[in-house]
């Protein structure tokens, strides 16, 4: 049964209305003007609006411009109910974001036509939905095993080699299966805590409580953290020459480990995609609202528009024919840790001219008294992964690397992004 919601101060158009559709089999939800109805939203969203425009305080403008600046509520179905005849002031609820526009007196006919359409087209949007998160499900019990068994398998090799060994083995040989004992445990280590760090996100995502729990409060001095993270995954990939930074200093209001997981992502992405001699930009700036903006450009192989609407939560585009280790959380985790924070997030890419990610952040809350900045040490050591918040243990993002003696020194070409 759908649920339906009507916003109009007359009591008693209110009330017929809902008599209405009622008596038509859907459960009706009613409310004399935006602000109670608008609390009605935020207590449980329901499958479609009916909304007055001219109503006392908060017009039926604002009240849909209130649902729009909500994630949860944006695309709920929105029909406005007036009073008005003129086809202007129709046009104008369409461009602000409206479904539908019905003129008072509005028929009976004619209002159970226009709820139909607009649930039968939010239907078919949530099923489409239903099954592309039923498809991602799939996708991770198709990935994760694999993810495991790799590294775990490379594990059990070197561990039997260590066993094995006799005591003349020399000390250097020692270490090298040691540190790949070590690159495999993080690989490990990094797969299972991306996939947990996905699933709280995904889950925080449709509860704005749990969401308020999960924000971190320290101020970060993003130029210092940004600089090291990126130095240290150029570093990685022999690529510091390729590195561009443009960072003034800015400070923002983030969980440390957080903000190191969104930057190493973007930045982890940009070099793995482009190939050696292929300038990797990163650009930091206020705006002029006071927020953060973020963007990290690339001059790799590039998305087409149709891999660009794609992009989403394990998915990977052309991995069986680049064989590129990986889970295709990046992007995701990446929207999902902007949501998070209430900023926006725009990915632009064209094949074979590169990709430009841009992450905005909205200005960060006044400072709380005694609060401190949470500092960066120095960068992760080098071997260990890219994403490692810095001077912290562990790593949620990015492919573990061998060092640079170790790593071709032919040119490979750029690899298509997850």
Not at 282 to 307: F, M
Not at 326 to 337: D, F, K, S, Y
């Amino acid at each position: 049964m759908h649920t339906i919601l009507i916003i109009e101060d007359e009591a008693p158009l209110r009330l017929t209305l809902a008599e209405r559709l009622t008596l038509e089999g859907f459960r009706v939800q009613t409310a004399p003007n935006g602000p109670a109805g608008l609390r009605l939203v935020q207590e449980q969203a329901p499958d479609l609006i009916l909304c007055d425009i001219m109503m006392p305080g908060m017009d039926g403008y604002a009240v849909l411009q209130a649902l729009q600046a909500n994630d949860r509520t944006a695309a709920i179905p929105f029909i406005f109910l007036t009073a008005k005849t003129d086809p202007r002031q129709a046009r104008i609820g369409m461009n602000v974001g409206a479904d539908d526009y019905l003129c008072k007196p509005v028929s009976k006919a004619e209002l159970l036509v226009a709820i139909r359409a607009r649930l039968w087209k939010y239907d078919q949007q949530r099923e489409r939905l239903e099954g592309e998160v039923l498809a991602a499900r799939r996708e991770v019990v198709r990935k994760l095993p694999h993810e495991l068994l790799s590294p775990l398998a490379g594990l059990l090799n070197t561990s039997e080699l260590l066993e094995n060994a006799d005591a003349a083995m020399p000390m250097e040989s020692v270490r090298s299966l040691g540190r790949l004992i070590r690159i495999s445990s993080q690989r490990v280590h990094r797969t299972v805590r991306r996939f947990l760090l996905y699933a709280e996100l995904d889950a925080a995502s449709q509860h704005p409580e749990a969401q308020t729990r999960l924000r971190g409060t320290d101020y970060i001095p993003a130029t210092a953290w940004i600089s090291a993270l990126a130095e240290h995954i150029a570093k990685q990939d022999c690529r510091m020459d390729d590195l561009r930074l443009d960072l003034p200093a800015v400070e923002l209001a983030m969980a440390p480990t957080h903000f190191s997981v969104l930057v190493a992502q973007l930045v982890d992405n940009a070099f793995k995609f482009s190939a050696p001699g292929q300038p990797v930009q990163i650009h930091l700036a206020l705006s002029p609202e006071g927020g953060c903006e973020l963007t990290v450009r690339d001059q790799g192989c590039g998305l087409t528009p149709e891999q660009v609407r794609q992009v989403s939560a394990f998915r990977q585009f052309a991995s069986d024919l680049w064989a590129q280790p990986g889970t295709g959380l990046g992007l995701a985790l990446v929207a999902h840790l902007t949501a998070l924070y209430g900023g926006t997030y725009t990915l632009a890419s064209e094949p074979g001219q590169g990709t430009t990610v841009t992450v905005r952040l909205p200005p960060r809350p006044p400072r709380r008294p005694g609060h401190h900045h949470a500092r960066p040490r120095t960068a992760p050591k080098s071997g260990l992964d890219p994403g490692q918040p810095v001077g912290q243990g562990g790593s949620l993002t990015g492919p573990t690397r061998p060092t640079c003696p170790t790593r071709p020194t032919t040119l490979a070409p750029a690899r298509p992004p997850p």
